[in-house]
């Protein structure tokens, strides 16, 4: 018999926190068993084994890492910029 599977939404149902806070844990690599999944039409959704939560304890609220592992990066597809954006010119001031 397969073993159970939940969702990021199913997760975040279940312990009570908003589906975007369940996937930051999964990029964060909270969860080391799950996977990231396609659909035919592109689409991406996260599948977590029944055995990746038996340990599992969610982490306390605080500050976002302001950098996700290189291996996290990859898997994403995104990297941050670590300026948090800026083009380095100066707004507002006198002309």
Do not use: C, H
């Not at 035919?40 to 304890?57: M, N, R, T």
């Not at 950098?67 to 083009?87: C, D, E, V, W, Y």
């Amino acid at each position: 018999m397969a073993e159970k599977t939940y969702t990021a939404r199913q997760l975040a149902e279940r312990f009570g926190v908003a589906g975007s806070t369940v996937r930051g844990w999964l990029l964060r690599g909270l969860f080391p068993s799950a996977e990231l999944k396609k659909t035919e039409l592109g689409d991406s959704y996260w599948i977590v084994p029944e055995s990746a939560l038996k340990d599992f304890e969610p982490p306390k609220p605080g500050p976002v890492p302001k950098s996700l592992p290189t291996t996290q990066k990859r898997a994403t597809g995104r990297i941050r910029a670590s300026n948090g954006g800026s083009t380095g010119k100066k707004k507002g001031g006198k002309k």
